[in-house]
């Protein structure tokens, strides 16, 4: 077991990944790796090797056993099975007979049908999954398992394959330390047994922890440090001078003392003076350090490869039969479409109301059967089929896009070939494309009156079923392509829409122009809508003469819209889309077995920091400027303030240490916070129910008492599922649901939320902000926003200069945040920026949820250095906190420790060396004493966790409830909840500290810069637009003047209807996500009252504006020119005018659907199910004038058909040429579309108040509706 430690940024992650043989092939890798003497090319590394990453990669809707099952199934279960055979001849060998159970277990695990799932449930037991085991793992969506036991299903995962060397990177992050030894030791276990490797990168391993393992690798800047047994260690660093002090883990040692800021107070050598000792010079000083000899030596002799196991290394692909796989894989997907169920359901529902409308819209007794334009309406009819059947496989992509990070992940790591995974999310869809397709037909066919034969019945089901296959299979194919939301959405919309123009319905098939020609003989849509008016107009209704024609009038109406009339068009039809059947998901195969996932985190790193690293490899000295930047320079002697050993004048000396230091610019009132006999239930979950629960609540909190005062820092602890988040929340008002009894006091008086908003901040753990804007932006808004009004910019800009010195973000002022986990800061500076955001705002009381998970513990000395200071100041400070190490816990000046079920057991102060702590456990007798040099707090978790309690018997809570300790705390609560001599209420005279002007400009600001640094976003949108405008306009090139015959018409009212479809959507579908990721930070700033919802709202639609005026004027010149539209001031100016607006209520109608819902996917499903509405009865499809008289309100409703009227009308409605057949264009506008020229500005009015409403409906449901469910 070896244990591998090193300062963020060191090159864990890339030495771990090189190990295990999975580094990108980006990077460039010179050197030998050798497993038992065969290099990386003579066996196959990834499945001899795991790397188990940071980052948990899951399908949410599976359960814990499913996920580790799935996995054991795919590797196989390795060479168990030799080992057993070799046993049992053994055991026959010497007549030893072995103890029945472990027989059992042994042979089940190595031979039989059930040999996956007796692994699994071994695996689950050991890491303590067992508990969870049927719960769903759930994501940010989906309530499922906590994140420490998400950290396991990833160990778990790779454990249960054998024989593997495993290469683990950060299991720890957000476990409490206990939880980690535990995981730590079951593996040492296993890997001791079994005679493997492991190598695991830990942060911040607790000493108990880290004395598990037998060597340590230190890796410091890109060189080792030390690499070889945990015992000389410490002998290494005396020999250069450093010495570990007493109560301070090793593990927390070895990483600050190659680092420059640290490492000057563990010199012991006093008669010397102390200077910067390099990471190069430990690590030439290694060499010739014994152990580093020891390792050279035993290097320079080559492994003997007949010593090998021929089992150890696997050279197969992969671990099982490719029928295995398959089956496997086949199991998981119909798993994971039982889950998603909700969403086929919604999608089939949907279908059906939409089937149910069009079959309403186009009811029989108003179709007829007599002229050319009735046929036109019928084929409007199957278009429209056709469209919905297409739209419907638009869902494949976001649910595609979900799923495809665990794809990679387990594809990398050889789980399965890409082909066994993508077959069966084909093959099993199928039923579902029937059943949509069922639903379709079976509602319209007969209710639209279409040709009654039941063979042209089943032709046509067969034809759309085709269609529906093809379509899934386009967005899938998409969705591998792309492999990112936003891009693959795009592309998506594109698709459609190149099929939709060049199908032959929008654009009649003479009409398409010779260079687009292509577009229209592979447009799937084109064989569809072919396919299926042969099908419908050779048919027996439609063979009847029309007087002064020959042709029967099917034929007359195939040939106006230039269909072939031959009935073998039919299975042209048919098989071209069977072959864009396979074609596509072939194509999908390929993608997803060539793509690799796009990667992108790398954290920022301040150019300081940079030229700190450049130094440490080559052994510069830097001299430390007066602004602690860092300049090169050769002068050897550093000023000697710096230099000195007393750790008071270093470079981060606290706020109040010399009373020289100018105290917080601002000041502030102290306040203390009281709470007595806190309960806090919620409403009893179903699933406990349905066990038999009686009860109607489930109490979270039990009767909790207790106060925090100004300057004392006091620590939250407890198990995880302790109810420590909760306790904060209920405190800090930020619960949404649940029943809160019991009562609190700030300073004596009742506790107001408006009020107390005002004077506390509160620290979340997971650290949302705008992803768009720099760290000193962030804080700038912040402390505009929250400090009062009074407060001029000049001391507030010296303010949030503090703040960034006391957390130490002063060298990242102008770094972007960027997404967690993707761009910008790494998680260490976002946690600071957390605190700094809360810090600019003056607050008196501060809560911390986990400030220092995730850390190492460098970084988790830098947060909690800012946090102390913080106290220092005299505010009152409450951390939540998971696995201090001894440092960070005695930094705390007092506990306030809660056991499982919400009950608390020590509330009061730590003392010196955590005294106080450790002696009133020790009273209580059955408690076992603390060892020396152990963290008190992984003693004090231990020795009252629940399995204690039951071997003991004790009951740790009544235990303090009869203590002289909770006496003492009640009495302090009574004193503290009376309101001292001559004190006031918390009173302001505004409910937000700005004005609603002020809040408005600020919002506005913080957008724009949002928006200018978002060209994903932005630059898209345009270039988006640019496209299509050029594709309009080629595809349209001159149409606007034709006037021969109705088609030309209806040509151009195509071009017009189609731009303002796709561009609308895709605005609309663009802004989602956009404004959902502003939402989360939306909460947490409301919640802290910087501005009212209103101020937010208009920031939102304001700044799209001007967006939307040069998307709208990029269009509209482009199109106006190429289509050939009449060049007269007037139209011009109303052309812009119906885009302008018709993409502004785009816009505000996909921002306001976000608002409307809880997340995302929700907000993008609901929009689309409009679309299909507003395009129905946009009168393009049918005209007003042939809208059944029942559905004419909706067409008064639906805003495109507003926007074609004033589109048309200011083209066309004063045209007073006549066509060939002697109809006055104006009359044929006015008779057809039923569109009248002095009707105008009230259509006008109209658009621009949709455009209004919108957004005026996005303003109110921000105010009113909060999904945030705590």
Known sequence: MTLLLGPPGAGKTSLLLALAGTLPSSLKMSGDIIYNGHTMDEFVPRRSAAYVSQHDLHMAELTVRE????????????????????????????NIKPDPEIDIYLKAAATGEQKAEVVTNHILKVLGLDICADTLVGNNMLRGISGGQKKRVTTAEMLVTPGRALFMDEISTGLDSSTTFQIVNSIRQTIHIIGGTAVIALLQPAPETYELFDDIILLSDGQVVYNGPREHVLEFFKSMGFKCPERKGVADFLQEVTSRKDQGQYWINSDETYRYVPVKEFAEAFQSFHVGQAIKSELAVPFDKNGSHPAALKTSQYGASMKELLKANINREVLLMKRNSFVYIFKATQLTIMAIIAMTVFLRINMHHDSVTDGGIYMGALFFGILMIMFNGLAEVGLTIAKLPVFFKQRNLLFFPAWTYTLPSWLIKTPLSLLNVTIWVGITYYGIGFDPNVQRFFRQFLLLFLMNEAS??????????????????????????????????????????????????????????????????????????????????????????????????????????????????????????????????????????????????????????????????????????????????????????????????????????????????VDMPQEIKAQGVAESRLELLKGISGSFRPGVLTALMGVSGAGKTTLMDVLAGRKTSGYIEGNITISGYPKKQETFARVSGYCEQNDIHSPNVTVYESLAFSSWLRLPANVDSSTRKMFIDEVMELVELSPLRDALVGLPGVSGLSTEQRKRLTIAVELVANPSIIFMD????????????????????????????????????????????????????????????????????????????????????????????EVTSATQEQMTGINFSQVYKNSELYRRNKNLIKELSTPPEGSSDLSFPTQYSQTFLTQCFACLWKQSLSYWRNPPYTAVKYFYTTVIALLFGTMFWGIGKKRHNQQDLFNAMGSMYSSVLFMGVQNSASVQPVVAVERTVFYRERAAHMYSPLPYALGQVAIELPYIFVQSLIYGVLVYAMIGFEWTAVKFFWYLFFMYFTLAYFTFYGMMSVGLTPNYNVASVASTAFYALWNLFSGFITPRTRIPIWWRWYYWLSPIAWTLNGLVTSQFGDVTEKFDNGVRVSDFVESYFGYHHDFLWVVAVVVVSFALLFAFLFGLSIKLFNFQKR
């Open 850 to 941: 986990e400030p220092t998970s995730g850390l190492d513990a460098r970084a988790a000395a830098i947060v909690m250095r800012a946090i102390r200071n913080t106290v220092d100041t005299g505010r009152t400070v409450v951390c939540t906190i998971h696995q201090p190490s001894i440092d960070i816990f005695e930094s705390f000046d007092e506990l306030f420790l809660m056991k499982r079920g919400g009950e608390e057991i020590y509330v009061g102060p730590l003392g010196r060396h955590s005294c106080e702590l450790i002696r009133y456990f020790e009273a209580i007798e059955d408690v076992r004493k603390i060892k020396d040099g152990y963290n008190p707090s992984t003693w004090m978790l």
């Open 472 to 681: 899934s299979g386009l967005f899938r194919f998409i969705a591998g392509l792309a492999r990112h939301q936003v891009v693959s959405s795009t592309l998506g919309s594109f698709c459609i829409l190149i099929f939709m123009l060049t199908g032959g319905f929008v654009l009649a098939r003479e009409n398409v122009k010779k260079w687009w020609i292509w577009g229209y003989w592979i447009s799937p849509l084109m064989y569809a809508q072919n396919a299926l008016s042969v099908n419908e107009f050779l048919g027996h209704s439609w063979n009847k003469t029309i007087p002064g024609f020959k042709e029967p009038l099917g034929n007359l109406v195939l040939k106006s819209r230039g269909v072939f009339p031959d009935t073998k068009w039919y299975w042209i039809g048919a098989g071209a889309l069977l072959g864009y059947v396979l074609l596509f998901n072939i194509l999908y195969t390929v993608c997803l077995t060539f793509l690799d996932p796009f990667d992108s985190n790398q954290p920022t790193v301040s150019e300081e920091t940079l030229k700190i690293k450049q130094a440490n490899l080559t052994g510069e000295v830097l001299e430390a400027s007066s602004r602690g930047r860092v300049n090169n320079s050769t002068i050897a002697s550093r000023d000697t303030e710096d230099g000195s050993n007393d750790e008071s004048t270093s470079n981060h000396a606290t706020v109040n240490s010399s009373p020289g230091k100018k105290g917080m610019v601002l000041p502030f009132v102290p306040l203390s916070i009281t709470f007595d006999d806190i309960k806090y239930s």
């Open 67 to 94: 996920t580790v099952n799935f996995s054991a199934k795919c590797q196989g279960i390795g060479h168990r099975f030799d080992l057993l055979m070799e046993l049992s001849r053994r055991e026959k060998e010497e």
